[in-house]
C-alpha cells in the first residue's frame, strides 16, 4: 500500500513562496498508474484542490492558483513537490498530498497526514 | 469555478439513516462526471468513502451508498454509529481537467 508524507509544518512570511514535498513509499513515483495531487484545508473550512502532476511531468492546477503554482516530481528522490508563490493569510492550510488513480476517475484514494503551513509575519 | 454546495450539518440518532446533500452544476455534478465522498476525523486526513459515484474502496462499509441525480449527488449512511461522526466532503471532476469540492458537512451522531 502506498505511503505519502509531506515535509515538515513551516512558517511562511507574506509575499514569500511557500515550499513542500511529498515523500512516497511503498511504491514508485514512475508508476503509470497514478497521479500525484496536492489538496489544502484553510482552518474550519473544506478541502481546495490545488493541482496534480503525472510523472511525465504533466501538470493540472486549479484554474484559481494556477498562476502562483508549481508542481514537480523528482524521480531520484520518490518525491514530488509544490511551490506556491506570493503567499498571503488566506494561503494558511493545512496541506495534503494524495494519489489520485490515473485514468478519468478523478478521486484521491491514499493521502498523506498532511501539514500545516502558517502565513505570517 | 464555483465550490459545490452541501449542508453546513446534519445529524442522526444512532441506528437511524441520513442522507447529505452535494448540489453542483450542469458543467460538473450535472454533466455526469464522476462524484467522490470523503470522511474526515477531527485532525486527521481525508479517506474516500465513495468514488465514480456509487463504488465502495474495499474495507468500506456497506452502510455506505452512494447515489446521484440531476445536478445532486448524495451520500446516504445507514445504521448510523457513533463512529460515522466527523465532516464529509464531496468531489466531482469540473472538466478542464480540474477537480472541486464542496465546503464539507459536519455530521453529529446525537
Known amino acids: 500500500q502506498l505511503q505519502l508524507q509531506e515535509s515538515d509544518p513551516r512558517l511562511v512570511k507574506p509575499s514569500e513562496t511557500l515550499s513542500l514535498t511529498c515523500t512516497v513509499s511503498?511504491?514508485?513515483?514512475?508508476?503509470?498508474?497514478?497521479?500525484w495531487g496536492w489538496i489544502r484545508q484553510p482552518p474550519g473550512k473544506g478541502l481546495e484542490w490545488i493541482g496534480s502532476?503525472?510523472?511525465?511531468?504533466?501538470?493540472y492546477y486549479n484554474p484559481s492558483l494556477s498562476s502562483r503554482v508549481t508542481m514537480a516530481i523528482d524521480t531520484s528522490k520518490n518525491q514530488f513537490s509544490l511551490k506556491l508563490s506570493s503567499v498571503t493569510a488566506a494561503d494558511t492550510a493545512v496541506y495534503y498530498c494524495?494519489?489520485?488513480?490515473?485514468?478519468?476517475?478523478?478521486?484521491?484514494?491514499?493521502w498523506g497526514r498532511g501539514t500545516l503551513v502558517t502565513v505570517s509575519s | 469555478q464555483s465550490a459545490l454546495t452541501q449542508p453546513a450539518s446534519v445529524s442522526g440518532s444512532p441506528g437511524q439513516s441520513i442522507t447529505i446533500s452535494c448540489t453542483g452544476t450542469?458543467?460538473?455534478?450535472?454533466?455526469?462526471?464522476?462524484v467522490s465522498w470523503y470522511q474526515q476525523h477531527p485532525g486527521k486526513a481525508p479517506k474516500v468513502m465513495i468514488y465514480?459515484?456509487?463504488k465502495r474502496p474495499s474495507g468500506v462499509s456497506n452502510r455506505f451508498s452512494g447515489s446521484k441525480s440531476g445536478n445532486t449527488a448524495s451520500l446516504t449512511i445507514s445504521g448510523l454509529q457513533a463512529e460515522d461522526e466527523g465532516d464529509y466532503h464531496c468531489?466531482?471532476?469540473?472538466?478542464?481537467?480540474?477537480?472541486?469540492f464542496g465546503g464539507g458537512t459536519k455530521l453529529t451522531v446525537l
Open positions: 502532476i503525472y510523472y511525465t511531468g504533466i501538470t
Open positions: 511503498s511504491g514508485s513515483i514512475s508508476s503509470s498508474g497514478y497521479y
Open positions: 494524495a494519489t489520485q488513480p490515473a485514468g478519468p476517475y478523478w478521486y484521491f484514494d491514499v
Open positions: 468531489s466531482s471532476y469540473a472538466g478542464s481537467l480540474t477537480v472541486i
Open positions: 465514480e459515484d456509487t
Open positions: 450542469s458543467s460538473d455534478v450535472g454533466r455526469d462526471h464522476l
